[in-house]
């Protein structure tokens, strides 16, 4: 086939000329870095929760700290993405940071509870001013820079609930922790982030993909002539 004849039926199998956008299970392992990204991310989390447990708070926060940088290190030398290795480092290092300087152990968790605060409020500010959050970073990380949804209001209207959605289960889930972190309940604490760390974001992240991709096949097949 000539490159003419390859362009020609590359035009009639896709009008546009527009890649398909990835499929779920693409989109879900981009975003969770895989299985092995989710275990990576909650590592240095887990030893600080046994290592505190066992023993005192200093040598907990030194060994999450190396860990995380054992993790991202090996990240690198392996030439794999450590966009998600990164992020882990930076939230365990602030954590470790405040912990080793206030000498209390809850403190680990405080930048996370503060973060996830700011960003449920957020979440929720979007979809007020009919800007959901959510949609723009569909734009960004699924759609290759694209914002057509906006001028599809049911696009508008799914993207604005689904922001809702996860600015709520963000502030409870944040809610919970901000609880037990007032509390003095430190080994609690611990288990609360992990168990409503990846849980939730998974959950979320597949809902989101699911109703998405559900929506805008509705749309484009009402687009299609006799449709």
């Keep these: 086939m ?5 362009r020609a039926a590359q035009s009639e199998s896709d009008p546009q000329g527009e890649e398909p956008l990835p499929t779920l299970a693409e989109q879900m392992a981009d975003q969770l870095g895989g299985w092995r990204g ?18 005192e708070l200093r040598p907990a926060v030194i060994a999450s700290v190396a860990v995380a940088l054992a993790i991202a290190g090996l990240r690198l030398a392996q030439r794999r993405p450590v966009r998600h290795a990164v992020n882990g480092l930076f939230g365990v290092a602030v954590g470790a940071a405040i912990a080793w300087r206030t000498g209390d152990e809850r403190d680990f968790y405080l ?6 605060i700011g960003y449920g409020l957020a979440l929720l500010l979007s979809a007020a001013l009919r800007q959901p959050l959510v949609g ?5 990380l699924v759609a290759k820079g694209r914002s057509e949804w906006r001028d599809d209001p049911r696009l508008v209207r799914t993207f ?14 944040v809610g919970v922790q ?12 611990g288990v609360a ?13 597949l809902i989101t993909v ?7 096949r509705e749309s484009e097949s009402e687009a299609l002539p006799g449709g």
């Design 193 to 205: 982030r992990l168990v409503l760390g990846y849980p939730p974001y998974v959950l979320l992240l």
């Design 160 to 173: 604005t609930g689904l922001t809702v959605l996860w600015g709520v289960v963000w502030l409870a889930k």
């Design 178 to 189: 901000a609880g037990l972190y007032l509390a003095h309940q430190d080994t609690a604490l």
């Design 38 to 55: 989710l275990v990576e991310s909650s590592i240095p989390v887990v030893v600080f929760v046994l290592a505190n447990i066992i023993g």
């Design 111 to 116: 930048p996370g509870i503060l973060y996830g």
């Design 2 to 6: 000539t490159t003419g004849q390859h």
């Design 210 to 216: 699911w109703t998405v991709r559900r929506v805008t």
């Design 136 to 140: 723009w970073i569909w734009s960004v």
